[in-house]
């Protein structure tokens, strides 16, 4: 949902949420740059940043999550973990969580910003806030081989499909 009153030429900016930020957020934020940069609509229109709960700051993304952008032709190498903070969730005009569990953790970080939490397949569904059950979390893959990462990046490029269909929509009914 764009921000009420969202002027024409201020940029909506997105924040993706996991727990270290070391793997699925970053895909995410890769997936999600990809995707905006090839959209007629949204392209220069949106801003992404990604975060973790639970963050060790400047943290490489791991290698399974490094390599399985590189096999979808993207690049993550250079991403360092970032913490998610109040300041942060102030930044964003949409914040995705992975799944219900960091929505909690981001409740408690950041009570005041609690409207724009929303799960990433949720929000790309049309279920706004916290879902009733666990069905519209990601996959973690953290800690798992090769063929894990891969599920959770197909998961991740279905979800961010239907994010970029949503907002494209949303920003043509706004213009």
């Given at each position: 949902?764009?921000?009420?009153?969202?002027?024409?030429?201020k940029?909506?900016?997105?924040?993706?949420?996991?727990?270290?930020?070391?793997?699925?957020?970053?895909?995410?934020?890769?997936?999600?740059?990809?995707?905006?940069?090839?959209?007629?609509?949204?392209?220069?229109?949106?801003?992404?940043?990604?975060?973790?709960?639970?963050?060790?700051?400047?943290?490489?993304?791991t290698?399974?999550?490094?390599?399985?952008?590189?096999?979808m032709?993207?690049?993550?190498?250079?991403?360092?973990?970032?913490?998610?903070?109040?300041?942060?969730?102030?930044?964003?005009?949409?914040?995705?969580?992975?799944?219900?569990?960091?929505?909690?953790?981001?409740e408690?970080?950041?009570?005041?910003?609690?409207?724009k939490?929303?799960?990433?397949?949720?929000?790309?569904?049309?279920?706004?806030?916290?879902?009733?059950?666990?069905?519209?979390?990601?996959?973690?893959?953290?800690?798992?081989g090769?063929?894990?990462?891969?599920?959770?990046?197909?998961q991740?490029?279905?979800?961010?499909?239907?994010?970029?269909?949503?907002?494209?929509?949303?920003?043509?009914?706004?213009?």
């Amino acid at each position: 949902m764009w921000p009420p009153g969202r002027k024409k030429n201020k940029t909506m900016n997105v924040l993706f949420v996991c727990t270290g930020n070391t793997c699925r957020s970053p895909m995410a934020e890769t997936l999600m740059d990809d995707a905006v940069d090839r959209s007629r609509i949204l392209h220069g229109e949106v801003k992404i940043k990604s975060a973790g709960t639970f963050a060790c700051e400047d943290a490489d993304p791991t290698e399974e999550a490094v390599r399985t952008m590189e096999e979808m032709g993207l690049e993550l190498e250079g991403h360092g973990a970032v913490q998610f903070t109040a300041e942060l969730a102030e930044w964003a005009d949409i914040i995705l969580a992975m799944g219900k569990e960091q929505l909690e953790h981001m409740e408690v970080l950041a009570p005041e910003e609690t409207g724009k939490m929303h799960t990433l397949l949720g929000y790309a569904q049309g279920v706004l806030g916290e879902p009733a059950t666990s069905s519209y979390d990601i996959m973690d893959p953290f800690d798992e081989g090769m063929e894990e990462y891969r599920a959770c990046a197909q998961q991740l490029a279905k979800a961010v499909e239907l994010l970029v269909e949503r907002l494209e929509h949303e920003f043509e009914d706004k213009a």
